[in-house]
Structures are given as C-alpha cells and as structure tokens.
C-alpha cells in the first residue's frame, strides 16, 4: 500500500502536523509506504527520517509570511500549489491520499489536484474549516461558541474573526471556495472524513449534511512511552499546557487556581501571557520540548487543565496527563472530555470561573489526588491510544476504502517495528 500524507508543514507547529507527522511514522512502522508532502519547505522532524517514508517539499511559502493582499490570494486559491501538488501525485501514483492540513500554504486549489489523481480522499478533522471561516465555529467577538449557519448571511456580518474584518472576510471567501471546491470535484466520489472526538463528530456533520463526505471516528495517536505512574500528589501546581488564549480558557486557569490556594504552571505562550504573568501565584515555564513538558509535570502537577471555551476537537494534553498518571480536568466543550472518567480521573466542568475553581479546590486533598491519578494511568493503558493503535485504525478505515484490492495490502499482515 503506498500512501500520500499531505499537509503545511514537516515540523509540529501545531496539533495537526504533530498529528501528521506521528501518523506517517506509524504507519511506515507498520510496512505502509508513505509519501509525506508538505507545502512548505523547512528542517524536518525527526520522525520522519524512516527509510518508509519520502518526504516532499513544495516549496511554497506560508500565508502569514507573505504581505497582506498576496496572503490573502494566495489564502483563498493558489495555483501555484495546485500545480505543484498536481505534478506530484501524478509522479507518485499513490493508492490513496490523507489530507491533513491546507490552509496556511495550500489553500482549496489543492482540492481538484487531489480528486485529479483518481485514488480515495482521506481527510482529517483538526478544527471545523470545513465548515466555520474562522475554524473553531467561535465567535471571539461575543466569547462564546457560534451558533450561526456557516457561510450564511448572518455568518458573513458576524464580527466573529480573532485578527479584524478584513480577516474575517478573506477567511469567509476562502470558506465559500473550500465548499465549492469539495461539491465540484468529490460530487461522484465520496470524502471519508477522520474525527478525533465523538463530540466533534456530532457537532460538524450537522453542519456538512448533504456534502460528499462519509464519516468516522479514530482518536489523534499519543506518543508517551508507558512508565510507572506520576505521584501527583506531591506536586504544588495544576497546569496548563499550549497556546494562552482566552478561548482555551487560560485565564479560568489562573483564576481557578488562585482561589484554591494552588500554583498556576503555564507551559507554552501566546497572546495572555503578558497578562497572566503579572499575577500573584502564577509560573511561566514558555514552550519546551515534550520530554521536558512531560518531566516538568510529573515533577509539578496535581492536574492538568484544558478549560476550553470553544469546541475543541482535541486537545492531547488530556490524554498525555492521563497516560502519565495525572488527573485531568477538561471543559465539557473539549472533545478530550471524552477520555475522563468524571470523578475518578478528573473531572469534566463548564469552562466558567466558579465550576472551575471548585474542581481544582478538590485537588487540596492529598489522597484523593493520588487516587485519581492512579486510576488515570491504570484506565488509559488498558486501551492506550499509542501510535500503532492509531496505525492498525487506519489500516482498517483505508482497507475499507480501497476494499477489495486492499485485503492483501501489508498494512494489515504486518506489526510494529
């Protein structure tokens, strides 16, 4: 079986090439040949140095580095990636393709150049680009979750945008082209679509019914080796690690750990942490490297928090915690959540201050910490969601859609390296 992965970038900046790249190692590791092609060029991870995978550059440029009016073309319809892409595939002959990531080198030019290349279409969903402009289904003007119909009347007055109007209108134009690229080209040809939550899956397709996608549900893999479980209990922190926005609910962090009379250990940056760092029981540790994210915890931490506001498909930071042995509180928006056993793990909350803080104010107690992260480690290794897991997922969603040519394909004979 020859695979194409296709996404921005070959190093994580962000969850969807993390996921990417992870899933291109496992699945050489499983004996699938794979083609990794991002659309900018740049050192690569270090995952994919394996004699399985080939690596492609398209050497486009990322949208955020071009000046304004060009990024915003380019955002909408790049032909010049459609070209490139194109030109690759076509040497590559791939028996089918998984779709990551096209947003910030690829843009919807890209969709006609894969439906071209006359294999199945596997695609991802990290976010809700799919449907929602801005990609979050959020309204960052309101501070709360959307609820509007995407690409509507009222979704284009709507002042929804993170960055200015002027954003929102490219990322609107983009969208419309996003939809219409999909309808054109995959109308006699199905899109299966890849959900890393059952909450993601049940929110985004309501809002694609009628599209040419078929959907299915396999968890983002988590690469944490298995080790004895953390002593939470002795930490002096709960944490938060990622981006700091508002509508990953960092400052409910700050806020509910003040209350409890507990350190709050930010791990990562983002536009709060000017804010966050100037207050009273609040660590700034900045980014790390995931082995030194997974000491610092195992060392800190009574929990991990992930209190998003927003719909959040993932994120992993719950399931690293809870393979660690750390206890984890997730909002009830997060599709994380999922992973929590309410009480006995961690604990599932509404992202609001007083929810929040009474969950962390549990923590207090030293036995019930230890309990819970005991449980953690000891729940998520019964079914880990490991690499190979995610791998042997694959498999059977590709088999399904190569079926029947793909019953002898490698990917199903052979285990881990």
Request: with cysteine.
């Amino acid at each position: 079986m020859h695979v194409v992965v296709v996404t921005n970038f070959s190093q994580a900046r962000g969850g969807a090439e993390k996921v990417a790249i992870e899933s291109a190692r496992a699945l050489a590791e499983r004996g699938v040949a794979v083609g990794f092609v991002h659309g900018v060029d740049g050192p690569a991870d270090p995952l994919l140095d394996h004699p399985g995978i080939r690596r492609i550059g398209l050497g486009l440029p990322d949208v955020w580095d071009l000046p304004a009016w060009r990024g915003a073309l380019e955002g909408i319809w790049n032909r010049d990636a459609a070209h490139r892409l194109g030109e690759v595939l076509r040497g590559l002959a791939p028996d089918l393709i998984h779709l990551h990531q096209w947003t910030r080198s690829l843009s919807p030019a890209i969709l006609p150049a894969l439906a071209a290349a006359g294999c199945p279409l596997a695609l991802t969903v990290h976010d809700y680009f799919l449907a929602c402009p801005n990609g979050v289904y959020y309204r960052f003007d309101a501070g709360e979750p959307c609820g509007l119909a995407p690409l509507s009347p009222s979704c284009f007055s709507a002042p929804c945008d993170p960055q200015s109007r002027a954003h929102k209108l490219v990322r609107f134009a983009r969208g419309a082209a996003t939809r219409l690229a999909f309808d054109r080209s995959f109308r006699d040809r199905p899109v299966d679509l890849v959900h890393v939550s059952d909450g993601s899956l049940a929110r985004l397709a309501p809002l694609l019914a009628g599209r040419p996608f078929r959907h299915h549900r396999i968890d983002n893999p988590v690469r944490v080796a298995r080790a004895a479980p953390a002593r939470p209990e002795r930490g002096d922190a709960v944490a938060f690690v990622g981006r700091l926005t508002r509508e990953k609910g960092a400052d409910l962090v700050a806020e509910a750990a003040a209350r409890a009379g507990l350190t709050a250990l930010f791990v990562g940056d983002g536009p709060l942490a000017g804010e966050l760092s100037g207050q009273p029981g609040v660590e700034m540790a900045g980014w790390r490297e995931p082995a030194a994210v997974e000491a610092l915890l195992r060392d800190r931490a009574r929990a991990v928090l992930a209190p998003s506001r927003w719909f959040e498909t993932g994120p992993l930071t719950v399931y690293e915690a809870l393979a660690a042995g750390i206890p984890a509180i997730a909002s009830d928006r997060a599709g994380a959540a999922e992973r929590i056993a309410p009480g006995e793990t961690g604990f599932v909350v509404a992202p609001e201050p007083e929810a929040l803080a009474a969950a962390v104010g549990s923590l207090r107690d030293d036995d019930r910490v230890r309990r819970m992260g005991a449980a953690a480690h000891a729940r998520y290794w019964a079914a880990p969601a490991s690499l190979d897991a995610h791998a042997r997922a694959l498999c059977r969603l590709y088999g399904a859609m190569l079926a029947p040519a793909a019953a002898e394909a490698p990917c199903f004979e052979r285990s881990a390296i």
